[in-house]
């Protein structure tokens, strides 16, 4: 069996290619080994190399979850031009696929990184998001879209999602927050770069070349984590796709449910919040265009902040008091019926979310003792947060269709993340006991 060049990039690239001669074991076998730094099982915590592990990771973030957080200047303007036959519920689906796939494909990627197969997950993620974006500025009907826009960048973001922040740990320990909080901030980044991009370019040169400019900086960009991104830890053999050990640990099972939930939450105002300040407050008014794009700078913020917090007082305290703060700005959108309130609106809920694509990994990170295993457990709760971001913006549409009015979408989201506040304060106490005054 011959390897695919990527195959083969990865195997140099990410180690050294070993042998059992000396051992006596068959010649014949070929493994893929990292190099493994004297005293590897002690991160830097800084240097070079690890600062470009996060400028590599920021590149992916960028253009993973920077794209899923741009998809809400596409559902307007599908719903006003380009699928104007189609539903809003119907449209939405477009984008939840998208995401479902990001998060779902890494019950594969997980463990292929895990295996270290690094290179050949970002050659396919590159080429595949690439690829996407430019089949979807050349459609012109609902399927063509579902097909380039939702399985094909869906697909490539999830092959380059789990590398972004599974790296991270690897070469930090005290900042590993911070690192990760600079990491994930990069999906805040493309989340208003890209709207920005496509809303400038749109009434310039057309929805085509808007969408294959985004494409060719999309192509820039991730190219940046493919010169970068080095494993600094020995590559381990592929037992399973799945750890199910994991699900026979409580605090593995909480977290799972928690983040689950916010998932189904975090989507619903952002695929829907500019189509409701169309209505409510900013009829006709440009600057609700871009909203996403004031959502997304002010999660910037909301990503950096929790990770710096996360420090002292630890990543599952601080997600909790962001998730709390969350729901409480979510029912709020309630009462959202002005130019102000919607873009006030926009702002402390991208701050107050930030923490959901933040902390999740610093969170589970903190009570993984198996490391080698991390990939495979980030990619198994990536499906439930997967399936999680699928149904969430099509429920809140189909809400919205049945009873005509928003108040049943902002409850359906709201409710949603006290239920997250309430499974993440169970796995803090399941961690720490019923200690009150501790760090986790």
């Known amino acids: 069996m011959v390897d695919s060049p990527c195959q083969s ?15 006596g074991r068959n010649n014949n076998k070929v493994e893929i080994a990292e190099v493994v730094i004297s005293g590897a099982d002690v991160p830097p915590d800084g240097g070079l190399v690890a600062w470009l592990q996060v400028v590599g990771g920021f590149a992916l973030l960028f253009n993973t979850w920077g794209m899923i957080n741009t998809f809400g200047v596409f559902q307007t303007y599908y719903e006003t031009d380009l699928l104007r036959h189609m539903s809003p519920s119907a449209i939405s689906w477009i984008g939840s696929l998208q995401s479902f796939l990001l998060l779902a494909v890494g019950v594969f990627s997980g463990p292929l990184y895990d295996a270290g197969y690094l290179r050949l997950l970002l050659c396919t993620g590159l080429v595949l998001a690439t690829l996407g974006m430019m089949m979807t500025s050349i459609c012109k009907e609902y399927w063509q879209v579902m097909l380039a826009q939702a399985v094909c960048i869906g697909i490539g973001t999830g092959c380059l999602y789990i590398p972004s922040v599974a790296i991270i740990p690897q070469y930090f320990s005290k900042r590993k927050a911070l690192a990760l909080g600079i990491v994930t901030s990069g999906s805040s980044f493309g989340g208003v770069i890209y709207p920005l991009m496509f809303q400038g370019l749109l009434p310039r040169v057309g929805f085509g070349w808007a969408t294959r400019i985004m494409g060719f900086t999309s192509f820039a960009t991730i190219s940046i984590s493919l010169v970068v991104l ?123 979310t930030g923490s959901i694509v933040a902390l999740p990994a610093v969170v589970l990170t903190s009570f993984t003792s198996d490391l080698s295993r991390l990939g495979t457990r980030l990619g198994m709760s990536s499906v439930f947060n997967g399936l999680a971001s699928l149904i969430g913006a099509p429920i809140g549409g189909a809400i919205l269709g049945a009873t005509g009015n928003w108040l049943g979408v902002q409850l359906f989201a709201g409710f949603l993340f006290v239920g997250t506040a309430v499974f993440i304060a169970a796995l803090r106490f399941v961690l720490t006991g019923k200690k009150l005054v501790v760090r986790a």
């Open 9 to 23: 990039e990865n195997t140099l690239e990410n180690g050294a290619v070993s042998s059992d001669r000396s051992s």
């Open 230 to 352: 080095r494993r600094r830890t020995a590559a381990v053999e592929i037992r399973s796709l799945l750890d199910l050990q994991a699900f026979r640990e409580p605090p593995y099972v909480l977290y799972c449910i928690g983040i689950c939930l916010s998932y189904i939450a975090f989507f619903v105002p952002i695929f829907y919040l500019q189509t409701y300040a169309l209505s409510h407050g900013l009829e006709g008014r440009s600057v609700a265009l871009y909203l996403v794009a004031i959502l997304n700078a002010a999660s910037v913020l909301g990503r950096l902040t929790p990770s710096l917090i996360a420090n002292r007082i630890g990543p599952v305290h601080t997600f909790f008091i962001s998730i709390v703060l969350a729901a409480i700005t979510e029912f709020s959108w309630i009462n959202t019926n002005s130019g102000p309130g919607n873009i006030a609106f926009a702002a402390f809920f991208g701050f107050f």
